[in-house]
């Protein structure tokens, strides 16, 4: 991967990873969040808080260490800024249960999902509110948005003025 793809197979092993972390991510948020009230709790909780954690620092370790190419970055980050932390987050938020246990409002998966998309942007409408450990979770989803914001917005830039600086030395 230390090349720019330019062609459907040179893309293919990035778009099949991208597939992979959209249906995981998913599948995770589907299967934590449909818990029975006496399957969830803080035991399943922090499990799956335990797993998000490993996970971020897995990705963004592979996103800075190993993931050589900009436009690479900048699709799987994509990726991950519009759907797979949002879910995941929602996964682990829905693993502790409804009903006030964790997220204050949220009364099923679609709820969490909402408050997930609200708090990774930061937009915070304030019509569900986190509750308990579930707060250091939100916090922590905040920082994630704004990180991983950052990284991609500074991945564009970077891959746009590559693109521009070339064309430029071209002409010259």
């Known amino acids: 991967m230390a090349h720019d793809p330019t062609t459907l197979q040179d893309w293919k092993p990035t778009l099949i990873a991208a597939m992979g972390l ?46 050589r ?15 797979v932390v949002p879910f995941l987050f929602a996964a682990v938020y829905g693993s ?3 009903y006030d246990l964790c997220v204050e409002g949220a009364r099923g998966p679609a709820d969490v999902l909402y408050f997930s998309y609200v708090t990774f942007t930061t937009v915070g409408f304030g019509d ?21 914001l950052g990284l991609f917005v500074a991945a564009a830039v970077g891959l746009y003025g590559r693109s521009h600086r070339h064309r430029h030395d071209k002409d010259a």
């Open 96 to 98: 502790y249960g409804y």
């Open 128 to 148: 569900l509110r986190p509750v308990g450990v579930c707060r250091a979770l939100a916090v922590a989803e905040a920082i994630t948005g704004y990180i991983l």
């Open 22 to 67: 959209v249906m995981l991510s998913a599948l995770a948020w589907y299967i934590l969040s449909h818990l029975t009230e006496s399957a969830a709790g803080d035991t399943i909780g922090a499990a799956a808080t335990i797993g998000l954690a490993i996970w971020l620092f897995s990705q963004t370790w592979y996103y800075m260490a190993l993931v």
């Open 69 to 83: 190419s900009p436009k690479r970055q900048l699709l799987l980050m994509g990726i991950s800024f519009i759907q």
